[in-house]
C-alpha cells in the first residue's frame, strides 16, 4: 500500500491552471489586518478555483483517507492546499493578493477550521 502524502505536498495545481487574479500581488503595500475583507465576488472567484481543482484532481484527506470533494473541504483543507501555496511566494494574505486595496467589511463570518467551504460560500 503507497503512503497518503501530506496536503502541503500535493501540487493542486497540476491540471488547473491559476488565474491571473490568483498569481501576482494585486495590492501594492500591506493591507492593515482589519481592512483585509474579501469581497463575495472574490470569495465566489476563489471557490471556482477550488471547485475546478476538486473536479480535476483527486485529493486525498490523509487523517482520513478519504477523497476531498466539494461537499467534504473544509477551511483546514483551503488553507493548506490553496492559501499557503497561492500565498507563499508574496508572503502575503489571500486578500492582499486578490485585492487592489484595503477593503472594509460588511459582516463577520467567524468558523471553525472544520467548516466546510460549501456551507461558508
Not at 487523517?63 to 492546499?81: D, Q, R
Not at 508574496?90 to 468558523?111: F, G, H, M, N, P
Request: aromatic share 10%; with cysteine.
Amino acid at each position: 500500500t503507497s503512503e497518503i502524502p501530506k496536503l502541503s505536498d500535493v501540487n493542486p495545481f497540476v491540471h488547473v491552471t491559476i488565474p491571473e487574479a490568483f498569481r501576482n500581488r494585486r495590492s501594492i503595500q500591506n493591507i492593515p489586518v482589519h481592512r483585509r475583507a474579501i469581497s463575495m465576488q472574490q470569495l465566489c472567484a476563489f471557490g471556482k478555483l477550488v471547485l475546478d481543482v476538486l473536479n480535476t484532481e483527486r485529493i486525498v484527506d490523509p487523517s482520513n483517507t478519504v477523497i476531498l470533494t466539494w461537499s467534504y473541504i473544509n477551511i483546514g483543507h483551503i488553507k493548506e492546499l490553496f492559501v499557503k501555496r497561492l500565498t507563499e511566494t508574496c508572503v502575503c494574505s489571500l486578500v492582499e493578493l486578490i485585492a487592489e486595496r484595503a477593503q472594509d467589511a460588511t459582516w463577520y463570518v467567524s468558523y471553525w477550521s472544520g467548516t466546510s467551504f460549501q456551507e461558508i460560500l
